[in-house]
């Protein structure tokens, strides 16, 4: 909790805040000290409902955990007490309850009770409060604030009046400890304290503990608090406010406006500016131009246009160089800032088509969660999503593993005028889902605003495959699609006429439940047709590859026009041979997909690809953008790779035996690939696909168990075992194990045979005696010569608490699932609650190969101090989950506002709150992704601008 400066606001701040919690009331002002409810999810969507009862001597006072109004994850109350208090707690559970953590501790930070998961319970425990006569303020209340290169302020909530208390403030450079070493000491009865006299860049420690008149006692102290002051001069160019960094194409020349932040401790003023763009210097033509001759206050931003303008009206992406060039600069490192200006293509003719294969198209991926976004356009090589819809690339999250945990990405169109239109579009795409059903998914989004406000794509008449979520209105499990791609469609309601339409695909994701994800290709936007049959997708059944049987081929396709046929032709070539078609059955319904399987001969040796141009043809069918995919087979599958089978899905391109079963078998403790061998039934042999190529050390790996009909483990039964390869097209098996001695459980056979070659391996296990059931599990094959690529961003402490700063990974190479090891203890993707501090942290997938990255957290601080009119402004909380309360006092009524800019200078809300002595309102920044943005004020004709971090 923060507290102005002053001491009569102050009071009016914490009778409200006491208010809006439920603690204020005649009670408060007679209580011997206050106790500490901590209320924890960790999931971060607050209690969903639920609350917690705290009733003090039979006065109840209640709380709750909002993800709207906290941030979801943590919040401190304080309740008052008398010593000899009966104080019960208790719960009413709402959704997720599991999430919960509740915690008590008394007025001297002791614990003195916690729960995790706590039962739905009118008394979960009972005591009786004893307040400590002299205690320090409490940990989470003390804060540091208003840095500057030779001060820093202080404040803390106070302890009972009755303790007569003298504040002990204790400081020093560096690591300081009071315990150790001297530092300088602060005595004060005030709970908002300026420390002065401050050497400039320097960090300082600082502790705070309470001395108490009444019985001479000295608490324990509170700390380290640390906080680095600032340089004296030093200003940085910030932002590209216009041209804006994401636009329709257009004509004509753009200003230039930049963002300049003073960082300093001093106001500066007269100092250079220029930008350069794609390399070529701007034109600024000094001194007439480029010369900041306003004032740029203490923890100011200031916005400068350039007189020269700049062309940037072409589709394209445009690089941006700002520099500034203040005499005597104490830090060089902000003095330019790059940045790309995106300018989209504006489609006008339809029909549209992008397929992915030659660029992005100027689809575009964009974070707005918490975990990193998993978009881009690659060729996927997942265990579930194998392939593009169609050629060798599509938009994927994640092309080689899954996707983050806590994702909200989206995946943006570019710029769209239907004004010509007389009938609303209609967009189709191929879709590929694998996500955790009824938590993780896709849905799409429209807006007719260029892109500031979204509006969600709903289900209707003429929709295909829309949605298999209804009620979460989104895709998700396998989209209700099955495995594989299918051709999902509808109309775009209310599109016709708009002039600035753009188009996004939102992917969503919870904490955990990770899997591969979306792909999304073959996007096209049409008029209806009357008569239109479309490609869905290729796809090997069988493929021998090697001449010596029948490859199968089956092609897949569905009927969106509004004329139903009865029949069509179905054509196809291989690596752009000859033509073959056979006549096939048309669907019966709108929307529904057709398979034909057509017996052919592939004669390509693996590991060449196969390219498969297959097509479907109608009369009256003149929708011929859409009648084609092609599907590029890789007959070999990579290396390093993991088959646990945890997915309950036969891996792709194994054969197994129709009495083998993917499921858990009592007494084995995961999926596994299981048989019941018996006199009846005496052999399990399966095949994989084909791998590699290997490399001489390459291990294969795998657990084989044994198991009698009760799930006990037994040593014998198993006649022998027998591993084998076969390369390429060659029909000699390679031998790689073989022997009768199978009682082990683990093996590790070495595969330099296979050097340089790529082969599927044959696993056979024969019957000798009694009815058991056998398993394998965890065949992989590792190599950790390639290493792990560990993306990293980081969110830095505000400055005013310290522990709040955060990390997010974004991991690729190995192979997943990933697990985490990070300095802090935790094991999850993403951490939070961090310092100014230096963090490591260890990433190792699945076959044990490891990686690891060391990294700081430095501190962001954040001032609300500046001379003039402003100097009292205040905004709380910073760092925000959603909402920021902005307070000042003037000494006369002004004109007063307030606008809010993004990181990229984009204006996201603009207030006038009139003429006023007083400016009290409220900020919601709910609806804005996680980032930095400059929230600038307006009295008269002053201005000024003051960094917010949303989480």
């Known amino acids: ?166 504040y002990v403030i204790e400081y020093g450079e560096g690591d300081f400890d009071p315990a150790t070493g001297a530092g300088t000491t602060v005595e004060t009865r005030d709970t908002a304290v300026r420390i002065n006299d401050l050497l400039p860049n320097t960090a300082y420690t600082f502790y705070v503990s309470t001395r108490c008149a009444a019985s ?100 394209g992406v445009y690089t941006f160089e700002l520099f500034t060039g203040l005499e005597d600069d104490e830090n060089r490192s902000n003095d330019r800032l790059t940045t790309q200006v995106i300018r989209r293509p504006v489609i006008r003719q339809l029909p549209y088509l992008q397929d992915f294969e030659q660029s992005a198209g100027f689809w575009l991926p964009e974070r707005a969660g918490r975990g990193p976004a998993t978009w881009e356009r690659a060729q996927p090589q997942t265990n579930r999503i194998t392939r593009a819809g169609s050629g060798e690339s599509a938009y994927v999250t994640n092309a080689d593993g899954t996707y983050s945990a806590d994702e909200r990405s989206y995946l943006t169109s570019p710029c769209f005028d239907f004004s010509g239109l007389d009938a609303d579009p209609f967009l189709s795409f191929l879709l590929n889902v694998d996500t955790e059903a009824g938590f993780d998914g896709l849905y799409l989004e429209v807006s007719t605003d260029g892109g500031t406000t979204y509006r969600r794509a709903e289900t209707n008449a003429s929709s295909i495959n829309w949605y298999n979520n209804r009620s979460a209105r989104r895709w998700d499990g396998d989209g209700g699609l099955g495995e594989g791609y299918a051709l999902v469609g509808s109309r775009l309601s209310g599109l016709a006429g708009e002039g600035d339409v753009r188009m996004r695909f939102v992917f969503v994701s919870d904490g955990d439940g990770q ?175 084909s791998y590699g190529p290997f490399a001489a050390d390459d291990v ?37 194990f073989s022997g009768t001695d199978v009682t082990s459980t683990d093996f590790s056979i070495g595969l330099g045979e296979l050097a340089g070659q790529t082969a599927s391996l044959t696993f056979t296990v024969t019957y000798g005696s009694g009815n058991f059931f056998v398993d394998f599990d965890d065949i992989s094959v590792s190599r950790c010569a390639t290493g792990l690529t560990i993306g990293l961003t980081t969110s830095p402490p505000s400055g005013i608490f310290a522990d709040d700063g955060a990390a997010y990974l974004d991991v690729s190479g190995g192979v997943a699932p990933y697990t985490y090891a990070w300095s802090t203890g935790d094991s999850t993707q993403s951490v939070d609650s961090l310092s100014v501090a230096d963090y ?65 200078g984009r204006r996201v809300m603009d207030l006038d709150l009139g003429r006023s002595r007083e400016l009290a309102t409220e900020i919601n920044l709910g609806d804005q992704p996680t980032g930095l943005y400059f929230v600038r004020v307006r009295a008269g004709e002053s201005a000024r601008t003051v960094r917010v971090v949303k989480e």
């Not at 805040?17 to 969507?45: K, M, N, P």
């Not at 002791?110 to 009972?126: F, G, H, K, M």
């Not at 709108?590 to 141009?613: F, H, Q, S, W, Y």
């Not at 294969?700 to 075992?721: E, M």
């Open 515 to 689: 899997r591969e994800g979306v792909a999304i290709d073959n996007i096209r936007l049409t008029a209806q047709q009357q008569v239109d049959f479309a490609a869905v997708g290729a796809e090997f059944l069988s493929f021998d590859g090697c001449g010596d049987g029948t490859d199968t081929l089956q092609f897949t396709f569905t009927d969106i026009g509004q004329e139903r046929r009865d029949s069509v032709t179905v054509s196809y070539r291989v690596n752009g041979g000859t033509v073959d078609s056979v006549r096939a059955a048309a669907p019966t319904t709108l929307g529904n997909r057709a398979r034909v399987r057509i017996p052919t001969m592939i004669d390509v040796t693996p590991p060449d690809p196969v390219v498969v141009e297959a097509w479907v043809s109608a009369p009256d069918d003149i929708a011929t953008y859409n009648d084609t995919t092609v599907l590029v087979y890789q007959p070999t599958q990579r290396v390093p790779f993991l088959v646990d089978f945890e997915d309950g899905r036969r891996p792709r391109g194994w054969q197994l035996p129709e009495d083998a079963v993917i499921a858990q078998r009592p007494g084995h403790p995961s999926i596994a690939l299981t048989d019941n061998l018996s006199a009846q039934d005496t052999v399990l042999s399966f095949t994989t696909s």
């Open 840 to 904: 490591s942290v260890t990433v190792t997938d699945a076959l044990g190969c490891t990686g690891s990255r060391s990294f700081g957290v430095d501190l962001l601080a954040v001032s609300t101090d500046q001379a003039g009119p402003l100097a009292g402004l205040e905004l709380f909380p910073n760092p925000t989950a959603d909402r920021i309360a902005l307070r000042l006092g003037l000494a006369t009524a002004v004109d007063l506002g307030v606008t809010v800019y993004d990181s990229r």
């Open 1 to 166: 909790m923060q507290l102005p400066l002053h001491p009569l606001r102050s009071l009016i701040y914490l009778f409200v805040l006491g208010l809006l919690s439920g603690t204020v009331d005649a009670q408060q002002a007679t209580s011997d000290c206050f106790y500490q409810l901590r209320l924890e999810d960790s999931g971060g969507d607050g209690f969903n409902g639920g609350s917690v009862t705290v009733t003090v001597a039979d006065r109840p006072y209640t709380y709750t955990l909002d993800a709207m109004q906290d941030d979801g994850s943590r919040r401190d109350f304080f309740f008052p007490v008398n010593t000899g208090d009966v104080v019960t707690l208790g719960f009413d559970a709402g959704a997720f309850a599991e999430e919960v953590t509740l915690s008590v501790l008394d007025n001297n930070d002791s614990l003195i009770y916690t729960v995790q998961s706590p039962a739905d319970s009118p008394s979960l425990t009972t005591f009786t409060a004893q307040c400590r006569s002299c205690a320090p303020p409490p940990l989470s209340s003390i804060e540091l604030f208003r840095v500057r290169y030779n001060s820093v302020s202080l404040r803390f909530r106070s302890v009972p009046a009755a303790a007569q208390p003298t």
């Open 700 to 736: 294969l790996a795998f657990t084989l168990g044994r198991r009698d009909v009760g799930g006990n483990p037994i040593a014998d039964g198993i006649r022998s075992l027998r591993v084998t390869a076969r390369t390429g097209c060659d029909s000699t098996e390679i031998e790689l």
């Open 216 to 315: 001479g006692d000295t608490t324990v102290r509170r700390g380290p608090f640390r906080a680095m002051t600032q340089l004296r001069r030093d200003i940085g160019v910030t932002v590209l406010r216009n041209p804006t960094a994401d636009a329709c194409a257009g004509a004509g020349a753009d200003s230039v406006t930049i963002g300049i932040t003073n960082f300093g401790g001093e106001a500066q003023q007269f100092f250079n500016v220029d930008f350069a763009v794609n390399g070529v210097p701007g034109g600024v033509n000094t001194p007439f131009d480029g010369i900041f001759t306003g004032v740029l206050g203490v923890d100011s931003t200031e916005f400068f246009t350039f007189d020269v303008r700049t062309q940037v009206g072409e589709p």
